[in-house]
């Protein structure tokens, strides 16, 4: 695992888009992994201002997203969909039939986390993942006591979750009470993934899950067993990993 502690979130934005821009250069038939939340935010936006500097196409490539709550409309104001092509889709030349994405409007919902997994098993799997770390060192939406051997299925979101995610819907009664996610199986078959953790909220899980044991209790702590993780965490994130 390599970690990178960078002095604020402006410069993990920065470091966060130059890995993707490199890798996405290296090999621009790219299936990247994404996540939202206001983590990744910063490097979507570098994204997008390296795109209109003609530094880097994502024409030939593919995109998975993580998750999606459940049940709600593609085009909600706070679905994930909505948010994913407000901050990156919509501003990029990603062709629109290899945006991935969880229905959170699917009537059956085993039947579509099959389909998703079909669709990632199709494309070869991840070659990037993105992932953002929640307070309680969830990863996705695969919550703390998730089984690492699940594939993508439905959750439950926890009542913290609900409550951290309560800013971006204005009150807790209007968060999804379930969301699907890829689970902890799917992401760790990524070939690289890159975890972003920034503010001292997230301080606790961070070392948690890179200096603790290996935990179902803390879903991030699986990533130590992958062959080929980076972190990027501004100092705030890191203080408790001394
Ligand atoms: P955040 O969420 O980026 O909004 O902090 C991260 C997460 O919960 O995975």
Redesign the pocket.
Known sequence: MKLEIVPDYAELSRRAAEIVIAECRKRPQIVLGLAT???PIGMYRQLVQAYQRGRVSFLRATTFNLDEYYPIAPDHPHSFRRFMHQQLFDQVDLAAERIHFLRGTAADVERECSRYEAELEAVGGIDLQVL???ENG??GFNEPGTPFHLKTHKVALTEQTMR?NARFFGSLADVPRHALTMGICSIMRSRKILLLASGEKKADALAAALLGPVTEAVPASVLQLHPDVTVIADKAAAQRLA
Request: charged share 0%.
């Open positions: 939340g206001a983590t953002g770390i929640g969830h990863i951290a």
